[in-house]
């Protein structure tokens, strides 16, 4: 009896509920998003059917990068507006581009 059935592979959370979405970052089929983010607006839908898992947990973290480069109060409209542009063009468009003069973090 071999020991790799069932064992779901790190890159993929497992999921309650089961729902798989073609992942427009990862083009493969994989764990979707347990629920729609930015609730009635037409991207959050948008995410909700074409982005993993594992795919929003990475623009999370660009979004903490931009959030913190761009010294963004998400209290404005102006900066929510800059955000989902962004999260847009990440997911569906070209990419998001990096700030000017951004530097990454060195690793350990």
């Keep these: 009896m071999g020991c790799s059935g069932g064992v779901p592979r790190p890159e993929e959370p497992t999921d309650s509920t089961g729902?798989?979405?073609?992942?427009?970052?990862?083009?493969?089929?994989?764990?979707?998003?347990?629920?729609?983010?930015?609730?009635g607006h037409p991207l959050g839908q948008k995410i909700f059917e074409n982005v993993s898992q594992e795919a929003w947990k990475m623009w999370v973290e660009?979004?903490?990068?931009?959030?913190?480069?761009?010294?963004?109060?998400?209290?404005?409209?102006?900066a929510q507006e800059f955000l989902i542009k962004q999260m847009d063009e990440y997911f569906f468009g070209a990419g998001a581009a990096l700030p000017p003069d951004y530097v990454p973090p060195k690793e350990k």
């Design 62 to 78: 660009h979004m903490k990068m931009l959030m913190n480069e761009y010294r963004l109060n998400l209290a404005t409209p102006e």
């Design 19 to 39: 729902r798989k979405v073609f992942c427009v970052k990862f083009q493969r089929e994989m764990p979707g998003l347990k629920e729609t983010p930015f609730e």
